[in-house]
């Protein structure tokens, strides 16, 4: 009777260090950079391109590309529009 309960005591820390080790691994799998986020993105219409780039601890997007760059003669963006924070 001791055997059968020290091999189950065995089987369960077994058994625990091994859903340990798997929740960390996969804990690094998933993780990501900050830094993945720099490059070039499209919108969600993909009517546009976004370059995204970091200044110091802030990122920052600049419009690169249109689809459409003018609206009936009229500009769709222009350098005098305000980003939004």
Do not use: H
């Amino acid at each position: 009777m001791i055997f059968n309960n020290d091999l189950f005591n065995f089987m369960k820390v077994r058994q625990f260090a091994s859903i340990l080790i798997l929740a960390f691994l996969s804990s690094q799998v998933w993780a990501q950079s900050e830094n993945d986020i720099l490059r070039v993105w499209y919108n969600t219409e993909k009517t546009a391109k976004v370059i995204i780039s970091k200044s110091g601890d802030k990122f920052m997007g600049k419009i690169s590309w249109l689809l459409e760059p003018e609206k009936n003669g009229v500009p769709a963006w222009t350098s005098k529009m305000t980003m939004i924070n």
